[in-house]
């Protein structure tokens, strides 16, 4: 507090010079240099070994994340070593069970420098369920221990037991319309309620140019046709083709029937032109008689992710939450969101638009909530397709793929076996993770009805006891949290206190400091020079700290300020004016005029 105000002298910064996220430091100094006449100098200390480390590090995982029963799931890594050059290293697919390991793939690889390298493994999902993978590669003697923590990391699969059936619906074809179509297409877990291999597809423009015997065709008509498919995703169709009868056909259909349904905005109709019926459907109060919320050309607005949304399974692209907020923040800007109010009561919103301020906070563009039987999601924006910009299909459908599979009733056509699941699965020390239990205690499907259960956690540190609670609103599901201490693989257990004993269930917890930082752990010097350059400061080792002292002089800063003082202000006018008021008060009841 007795700082405040005034001007800075200089900013002193320890750090290796290594960008792990955020802004790069060459955009830190431009903007340094721009502000440089005003701004304070920064004098740079570089801290870390400037000697090459030896390490290899699998530095990313990448899969579908659902599958079908059946599939080949293909899991891509990406592996950086740092001198050993030309070594053969060998890269190993783990499953883990209860029943303990299995290796599902193994790939050769001869390493190459310090480019990165990419390694695909694949396998057969042979049994349905939840399933934690580990990819990881031998660790070499030339490695530190602390580095060794890089050699691993953890992917998460869920298995269905048949695939998941779609209807995808749209005004017109649309940029999103188009790429989710192909995206669906290409994914082996998806299908139809009249084919094995795609999903029904129909766009309105298409539809209306149809005879109208095929027309009646394009839509299910009776609650049993539509209670079939899995998901719906409606895009901007009118109210002429989602008529009435079909509008209540797929409210009953979410709400009786639990088919989930997603919904995203378009600018023609949805969800603006229908009636209240419909919009008590969605997890959002649509603002009425306006169709949506234009931004600007040069303000267009950024998708911010919620605390929640940061590890909701729809938005998970990365296993590594910071690393997910990462790549969300870095989107491309958006020009147009539904007008919407705010969200409805329930619903869980996992992105907003931080640019526009309603009367209840930012408003909601990405949300789901229950409805009945079913689940209803809101996109409140029609360029999801611009996630694709330099990466194809890798975000744009990891998050549509994920949706539609979190929006689908859960599978229990494969028997009722209790399993675990972990949000996320990668962690750093002191972050929390989310434990989900759904317990049975047989195999013909009752769910169990304790308050608590107990799972045990086995790390580094040794085991611990977690207790869930059981959700009121869900039968047989416990949620607790863990806080893990120490980093390494932890493996989380359900042993049942009673029933059959086969209902037990095991998950994978991988806890690592965050990998950005073991990336390139050397010393980056020139970094730190050019920084301090570049704002008038300095670099000066560690040794030389004595140093600092005579440069850190300041400048003179001189400030003009203007006081404006109200001259009636005091008690010498109120008393003239008191004074005035008595001597007319009197004068007139002297001359009987009161």
Request: with cysteine; hydrophobic share 40%.
């Amino acid at each position: 507090d007795r700082a405040a105000g005034q001007r800075v002298t200089g900013v002193l910064l320890f750090s290796d010079g290594q960008n792990t996220g955020g802004a790069s430091p060459a955009d830190a100094a431009a903007a340094a240099r721009g502000y440089r006449r005003d701004g304070a100098p920064v004098f740079t200390v570089p801290v870390g070994s400037t000697a090459d480390i030896q390490d290899v590090a699998i530095i990313d995982v990448y899969t579908s994340g659902l599958v079908a029963k059946k599939d080949t799931v293909r899991v891509h890594a990406t592996i950086e070593a740092h001198g050993f050059d030309g070594q053969p290293i060998k890269v190993e697919l783990v499953s883990h069970s209860r029943e303990g390991e299995t290796v599902l793939a193994t790939k050769e690889l001869v390493l190459s420098g310090t480019e990165q390298q990419q390694v695909e493994l694949t396998y057969v999902a042979e049994e349905s369920g939840p399933q934690y993978l580990e990819v990881r590669v031998p660790e070499h003697p030339n490695e530190s221990q602390q580095l060794r923590a890089n050699n691993h990391d953890v992917a998460y699969v869920r298995v269905s037991e048949e695939k998941l059936k779609v209807l995808l619906l749209d005004g017109r074809p649309r940029w999103d319309f188009r790429f989710l179509k192909n995206a669906m297409r290409r994914d082996n877990g998806v299908a139809g309620r009249l084919s094995e291999d795609d999903p029904e597809v129909v766009v309105e423009t298409e539809w209306r140019r149809q005879p109208k015997a095929e027309q009646d065709k394009a839509f299910p008509a009776t609650i049993e046709e539509i209670g079939e498919y899995d998901v719906i995703v409606l895009g901007d169709v009118s109210p002429e083709f989602l008529n009435r009868e079909r509008e209540d056909l797929l409210i009953r259909a979410v709400q009786e029937l639990g088919v989930g349904l997603i919904v995203e905005a378009g600018s023609e109709h949805m969800p603006h032109a229908y009636g209240p019926d419909f919009q008590e459907l969605l997890p959002v109060v649509v603002r009425e008689g306006v169709a949506g919320r234009e931004a600007k050309v040069f303000e267009p607005f950024r998708m911010e992710v919620s605390a929640s949304g940061a590890v909701h399974e729809t938005m998970r692209l990365y296993e590594d939450t910071g690393r997910n907020q990462v790549v969300w923040s870095g989107m491309p800007e958006y020009y147009w969101c539904a007008a919407v109010e705010r969200p409805a009561a329930g619903a869980e919103v996992l992105a907003w638009n931080p640019s526009v301020r309603l009367a209840q906070g930012k408003l909601p563009l990405i949300s789901w909530h229950p409805a009945g039987a079913g689940k209803v999601m809101f996109i409140a924006t029609d360029s999801t397709w611009l996630w694709r910009r330099t990466v194809g299909d890798r975000f744009f459908y990891k998050f549509w793929g994920q949706s539609l599979r979190f929006m689908a009733p859960r599978d229990e056509k494969g028997g009722a076996k209790s399993f675990i699941e972990v949000r996320p699965v990668r962690v750093q020390p002191g972050e929390e993770a989310t434990i989900e239990l759904t317990a049975f205690l047989d195999a013909d499907g009752k769910p169990r009805e304790e308050e608590k259960l107990a799972v045990a956690i086995n790390g580094p540190g040794g085991s611990k006891t977690v207790e869930l609670q059981r959700d009121s609103r869900r039968e047989g599901f416990y949620r607790g949290s863990f806080l893990p201490e120490e980093a390494g693989k932890h493996a989380v257990s359900f042993t049942p206190p009673t029933g059959a004993a086969e209902q037990g269930a095991e998950a994978l917890l991988n806890v690592m400091i965050a990998p950005e930082e073991f990336r390139q752990p050397q010393l980056n010097r020139a970094t730190l020079e050019g920084l301090s350059q570049a704002t008038g400061g300095k670099l000066i080792p560690l040794d030389q700290l004595g140093s600092l002292g005579p440069l850190l002089t300041g400048k003179t800063l001189t400030t003009r300020r203007q006081d404006q003082a109200t001259i009636w202000d005091n008690w010498l006018v109120l008393v003239v004016l008191v004074v005035v008021y008595s001597i007319d008060v009197g004068i007139r009841r002297l001359m009987g005029l009161s």
